[in-house]
Structures are given as structure tokens and as C-alpha cells.
């Protein structure tokens, strides 16, 4: 079993800079990709940012060129900096890890960092 944990939001005005952070722990050995998501209200959840084991991002197109994700393994942490935020940007941001503990894969998520971008 993994579980993840999710820091860094907070409120900040247009044009400013985050960096959230995802210490995963359990079987983190299992874990083939990590990544993050967000869902502002009445929207859906949509894909961030994800890494794979072999270090191949994806991006959505909406923060290319001002997000990045990066891991530490050593810490068992994720990180997405954000910058040039921008109000759209206002969504729970949520920890994603994908397993196969169990032979396939499986998600596991965190509970979510409110990021909030003022204008």
C-alpha cells in the first residue's frame, strides 16, 4: 500500500510562485509514475503534470512552459513548481502515484492542497 500526503498550497497573486510538495510512503519501491491533478468547482479532474520511473514528463497544455515536476527518490517526494500563476490556475491540487504491488497497476491519491490565485 502506498500513501501520499500533498503541502505547499496556499493563496497568491497573479504572476507568483508555489512549490508543492508529495512525500509518498508504504511501497514506494512499486511506484512506476507519479503525478498531479486538479479539480476547481463544478469542473472535473483534470491531469497536471506526471513522471515516470524513467524520467519522462507530460504536461498539460495549459502549464507548459510554466510548471515542472520533478522527484527526489531519496526522499520519496514529488514536487511541482508552479509560476507565472495564473487565476485559472485556482484548483485542489491532488498527489498521484501509480503501483504495481499487486501485479498491475493501480492509482492512489492524496487529499489535496487548496491553491488559490488571486488577480
Known amino acids: 500500500q502506498v500513501q501520499l500526503v500533498e503541502s505547499g498550497g496556499g493563496l497568491v497573486q497573479a504572476g507568483g510562485s508555489l512549490r508543492l510538495s508529495c512525500v509518498a510512503s508504504?511501497?514506494?519501491?512499486?511506484?512506476?509514475?507519479m503525478g498531479w491533478y486538479r479539480q476547481a468547482p463544478g469542473k472535473q479532474r483534470e491531469l497536471v503534470a506526471t513522471?515516470?520511473?524513467?524520467?519522462?514528463?507530460n504536461y498539460a497544455n495549459s502549464v507548459k512552459g510554466r510548471f515542472t515536476i520533478s522527484g527526489d527518490n531519496a526522499k520519496n517526494t514529488v514536487y511541482l513548481q508552479m509560476n507565472s500563476l495564473k487565476p485559472e490556475d485556482t484548483a485542489v491540487y491532488y498527489c498521484?502515484?501509480?503501483?504495481?504491488?499487486?501485479?498491475?497497476?493501480?492509482?492512489?491519491w492524496g487529499r489535496g492542497t487548496q491553491v488559490t490565485v488571486s488577480s
Open positions: 513522471i515516470t520511473a524513467e524520467d519522462i514528463t
Open positions: 498521484n502515484a501509480v503501483s504495481d504491488e499487486l501485479g498491475y497497476d493501480i492509482d492512489y
Open positions: 508504504g511501497s514506494t519501491f512499486t511506484i512506476n509514475a
